[in-house]
């Protein structure tokens, strides 16, 4: 019996590794994912230009742990893994929104940090449409909108309650997938995510922004953002983001 498990375990593990090999080959090079790049290029920016001195350390954690979320979104897509790809996005949604609830909320993150405090999205969704630099704006110019459908979205792959999103199929569990079709897809909802961020913390950050100040950070956000969000960024903010 012991003879036997072992050879299927080493045939199982050359069976994965050589179809990890032949996905990861086969997505070597594509230009979708020099674009991603640029995107994580714009997110480290919001960290090493801003988020670092803006807040504490306990704080900073859950942004550090968003990038590391999107970081490794990249990696899986790379790999072809692409519902835990996208389980990732979903994680770098929680993550970001729970640092910008926390940088502001000292003590629950201290209950939170004793285990006595929980977050839940639909809440903290709630609280920022409320939040004062948010009043008065469209839930689609502070990203709120499209980070609350990405969410739903992407939750839908974190549970697996939708048929695009198994891994399952008549020749067996395919977990490294070298299919343009889900390419796509994962650029799109990793689109969507980031960009989502990137307009909620503009609007949290506005003044941080405005006129000459900090213009590493808003040439870095052409990388994340629409070039069509130039102008109406300009009328809404007064935010400059040299395309």
Not at 24 to 48: K, P, T, Y
Not at 107 to 113: A, F, G, M, Y
Not at 131 to 160: F, M, Q, W
């Amino acid at each position: 019996m012991s003879v036997e498990l072992d050879a299927n375990h080493a045939a199982f593990e050359q069976r994965w590794k050589a179809q990890r090999e032949q996905t990861e080959d086969g997505l070597e090079g594509h230009d979708i994912f020099g674009r991603a790049f640029r995107r994580l290029v714009a997110m480290q920016a919001w960290r090493s230009e801003l988020l670092d001195t803006k807040t504490t350390t306990a704080a900073l954690q859950f942004a550090i742990e968003g990038q590391n979320d999107l970081l490794a979104a990249y990696l899986l897509a790379r790999g072809g893994q692409w519902r835990s790809a996208l389980q990732a996005q979903r994680a770098a949604l929680e993550n970001y929104l729970n640092f910008l609830f926390f940088k502001d909320h000292p003590v629950e993150l201290e209950l939170w940090t004793d285990g006595r405090y929980q977050t839940k999205f639909s809440e903290l969704h709630s609280y920022f449409l409320k939040h004062p630099l948010n009043a008065g704006r469209e839930p689609r110019r502070c990203g709120l909108d499209t980070i609350k459908s990405e969410y739903a979205v992407l939750s839908k792959a974190v549970h697996g309650s939708a048929a695009a999103f198994r891994m399952s199929s008549d020749d067996g569990p395919k977990f490294f997938v070298q299919d343009q079709a889900l390419l796509g897809k994962w650029d799109h909802r990793n689109r969507q995510v980031v960009r989502g961020l990137c307009l909620l913390m503009l609007s949290l950050f506005r003044d941080e922004l405005v006129a000459t100040r900090k213009r590493n950070l808003r040439k870095s956000l052409a990388l994340a953002l629409r070039s069509g969000d130039k102008d109406w960024i300009k009328a809404e903010y007064q935010v400059t983001i040299p395309f």
